[in-house]
């Protein structure tokens, strides 16, 4: 098993920034991809960002050029820097790990919300 808590999410002007924050514990060395998903009203689940233990990066095209992704893997976490957010940002932002043994696992979820 694998726990997940995440952190960063909050009200935020557009063309802001934020920074999500998520920690594993638990059986951490089965980890394998960790990612950020998420959630809009009315809306299907869709990934944001991934990155492989080797550091290979993966975003969905709305948020290249202004999200990056990144993980330590001695502290087991992985963040998410948003930049220039935009209205259509606004979400709920899940944490997902991919163990190596291809279970998934989820954090609870974060709200971000991007108005004036």
């Known amino acids: 098993?694998?726990?997940?808590?995440e952190s960063g999410g909050g009200l935020v002007q557009p063309g802001g920034s934020l920074r999500?924050?998520?920690a594993a514990s638990g059986n951490i060395f089965s980890i394998n991809v960790m990612g950020w998903?998420?959630?809009?009203?009315g809306k299907q689940r869709e990934l944001v960002a991934d990155i492989t233990s080797g550091g290979r990066t993966n975003y969905v095209d709305?948020?290249?050029?202004?999200?990056?992704?990144?993980r330590d893997?001695?502290?087991?976490?992985?963040?998410?820097?948003?930049?220039?957010?935009k209205p259509?940002?606004?979400?709920?932002?899940?944490?997902?790990?991919?163990?190596?043994?291809?279970?998934?696992y989820w954090?609870?979820?974060?709200l971000v919300t991007v108005s004036s």
């Open 107 to 110: 954090g609870k979820g974060t």
């Open 37 to 41: 998903y998420r959630q809009a009203p």
């Open 73 to 85: 893997n001695v502290k087991s976490t992985v963040s998410l820097q948003m930049n220039s957010l």
């Open 62 to 70: 709305s948020v290249k050029g202004r999200f990056t992704i990144s």
């Open 20 to 22: 999500l924050s998520c």
């Open 88 to 104: 259509e940002d606004t979400a709920v932002y899940y944490c997902n790990i991919k163990s190596r043994y291809g279970i998934d």
């Open 1 to 5: 098993q694998v726990q997940l808590v």
